[in-house]
């Protein structure tokens, strides 16, 4: 008999873990432990969506015949700890070994090489299969390269996996038609509703277990419409490719004050918890070309998305950690302002996407990136903590996703190994790419002195502070020819809005 454990974010029926299991003799065990929910203080709805998608997934698992020992949170005998609920279970039962698919954090990886000492039996860690580019074969690709850029390892993956090609070309001609995916924003655009999911009892059970035990993490709990099973994230998948996905490409990049769901998928949450298969979602992606419902652009800047960024951050993620998690390249060291946890700003930028980030515990890719992101990077937040926010506020954020993205993609604090320049920006970007601008306090014509839009200056300020570890970066070589073009007035006007701005910032006022 052996002991099949299953973690929160492994909810496939085909996962390695569960591959060969003895319906009539072994044991899958899920639990709900305050290990998890507490390693940081993950957002209201995120703990739902995981808990409730847990408890579906395990009668899924009891529909399949097989045998399944669940611990709810709130169960009095509940240890708290994975090894604390293997070793309650033995108590019980004798098992010959404990199975396992590898975890998608760093930190419970090690934990479960430990195990084995522990409960005194064999522990098998089995790959995770579920992605498209092993662990193995990303470090083979990346062995030796002296730059690792995304968009050669994606062509490598569409070869690879066949998608979208002819031949041995990529259909189109094109690779990449992120180019064509920026139109500005558009007030007059329609934007669909995002598919909802009503609670059934099981998630009805989980609101009131998170309500009455999270009620102090940060996050809005109500209204709770995420799917939570496979065929409601099913249903997502169909609904996004139907009513989005056509409109996707062109307007990817477009920021709308009160349209936080825009054509984005919001599918990564069960992509990454596992109700949805990352090529079930880029065939029907992939089909929906063929069949001419969607335009190339779209669909292969979706598919882009998952079989390339996905994949290649995942691969960064197990290729460098440990020490990736204590890189900071740019020597950041602010704290994380008041703003983050929901206080009042007068960037209305900021305030849009975080307040819609604390309500749904989502935000799309170019509001996490180019306003979030942009932000803690010029104001130069220290990684820990901004890795730290981002880890809890969302509900897809898993460490192997989150930490590449934030420490390599926002914050550059990985010197470049993953991103070729940081992403940085003034406000002419917030404002050609939204319509934030339009009711904020400040001005985005402005550039300097009081009512200036604080990127503007912000951004040059973080170009001077970091001009000898930056200036010779060939992405960075206009800027930098920009800024030494500067006279000693316009510097010195720069120097002190952001002094006077970040001053006020660490002072915890209204920025």
């Known amino acids: 008999m052996k002991l099949r454990v299953v973690l929160g974010d492994q909810l496939s029926l085909h996962l390695?873990?569960?591959?060969?299991?003895?319906?009539?003799?072994?044991?899958?065990?899920?639990?709900?432990?305050?290990?998890?929910?507490?390693?940081?203080?993950?957002?209201?709805?995120?703990?739902?969506?995981?808990?409730?998608?847990m408890r579906h997934f395990a009668e899924s698992l009891r529909v399949e015949g097989l045998k399944v020992q669940y611990r709810k949170f709130d169960d009095p005998e509940n240890s708290g700890s994975f090894i604390g609920e293997i070793k309650a279970l033995m108590k019980a039962q004798s098992f010959s070994s404990v199975v396992i698919t590898t975890p998608g954090e760093y930190r419970l990886w090690e934990e479960i090489k430990g195990w084995e000492q522990e409960i005194g039996i064999p522990v098998e860690i089995r790959s995770d299969d579920r992605f498209l580019c092993s662990i193995r074969d990303f470090r083979q690709w990346a062995d030796g390269r002296k730059q690792l850029r995304m968009e050669h390892f994606y062509r490598e993956m569409r070869r690879h996996h066949n998608i979208l090609?002819?031949?041995?070309?990529?259909?189109g001609g094109k690779w990449n038609y992120d180019a064509e995916n920026r139109k500005p924003a558009d007030d007059s655009l329609k934007v669909p509703a995002p598919h909802k999911t009503e609670p059934d009892q099981i998630t009805?059970?989980?609101?009131?277990?998170?309500?009455?035990?999270?009620?102090?993490?940060?996050?809005?709990?109500?209204?709770?419409?995420?799917?939570?099973?496979?065929?409601?994230?099913?249903?997502?998948?169909?609904?996004?490719?139907?009513?989005?996905?056509?409109?996707?490409?062109?307007h990817q990049d477009v920021m709308l004050e009160g349209e936080p769901w825009m054509y984005h998928s919001h599918i990564s949450l069960y992509l990454n918890v596992g109700l949805l298969d990352p090529m079930e979602?880029?065939?029907?992606?992939?089909?929906?070309?063929?069949?001419?419902?969607?335009?190339?652009?779209?669909?292969?800047?979706?598919?882009?998305?998952?079989?390339?960024?996905?994949?290649?951050?995942?691969?960064?993620?197990?290729?460098?950690?440990?020490?990736?998690?204590?890189?900071?390249?740019?020597?950041?060291?602010?704290?994380?302002?008041?703003?983050?946890?929901?206080?009042?700003?007068?960037?209305n930028c900021l305030s849009q996407v975080i307040s819609e980030t604390l309500e749904n515990a989502y935000a799309h890719h170019i509001q996490r990136l180019m306003i979030v992101g942009n932000f803690a990077l010029l104001a130069g937040l220290h990684p820990d903590g901004v890795n730290n926010w981002y880890l809890r506020v969302y509900a897809d954020a898993f460490e192997w996703v989150e930490m590449p993205n934030v420490t390599g993609m926002i914050l550059f604090a990985d010197g470049g190994l993953l991103a070729s320049k940081p992403y940085?920006?003034?406000?002419?970007?917030?404002?050609?790419?939204?319509?934030?601008?339009?009711?904020?306090?400040?001005?985005?014509?402005?550039?300097?002195?009081?009512?200036?839009?604080?990127?503007?200056?912000?951004?040059?300020?973080?170009?001077?502070?970091?001009q000898d570890t930056l200036s010779d970066n060939p992405r960075l070589g206009m800027p930098y020819r920009n800024l030494a073009r500067m006279d000693d007035d316009k510097i010195k006007m720069i120097k002190q809005d952001s002094n006077r701005f970040l001053k006020a910032m660490d002072n915890a006022e209204k920025i």
Not at 30 to 35: F, G, H, P, T
Not at 204 to 233: C, K, T, W
Not at 435 to 442: E, G, S
């Open 281 to 347: 979602c880029i065939r029907a992606a992939e089909r929906a070309y063929y069949d001419g419902q969607a335009p190339l652009n779209a669909a292969e800047g979706f598919i882009r998305q998952i079989l390339g960024w996905r994949e290649y951050v995942r691969g960064i993620y197990w290729w460098q950690m440990p020490s990736y998690a204590t890189e900071n390249f740019l020597n950041a060291s602010r704290e994380l302002p008041p703003l983050f946890w929901g206080e009042a700003t007068k960037m």
């Open 424 to 466: 940085a920006a003034g406000g002419a970007y917030v404002s050609r790419m939204s319509n934030y601008c339009d009711n904020c306090a400040y001005k985005v014509s402005k550039k300097n002195g009081e009512g200036a839009c604080p990127f503007n200056y912000l951004y040059w300020d973080f170009l001077i502070r970091n």
């Open 16 to 53: 390695s873990s569960l591959r060969d299991v003895d319906a009539h003799q072994d044991r899958i065990l899920m639990c709900e432990i305050r290990q998890e929910t507490d390693y940081v203080e993950h957002h209201q709805k995120k703990i739902a969506f995981i808990f409730s998608a």
């Open 165 to 171: 090609m002819d031949g041995n070309k990529p259909v």
């Open 204 to 250: 009805r059970d989980v609101l009131d277990l998170v309500d009455n035990e999270f009620s102090d993490h940060i996050g809005s709990l109500h209204p709770f419409h995420y799917a939570v099973d496979r065929q409601g994230a099913l249903a997502v998948l169909d609904h996004f490719i139907s009513h989005r996905l056509p409109h996707f490409g062109d």
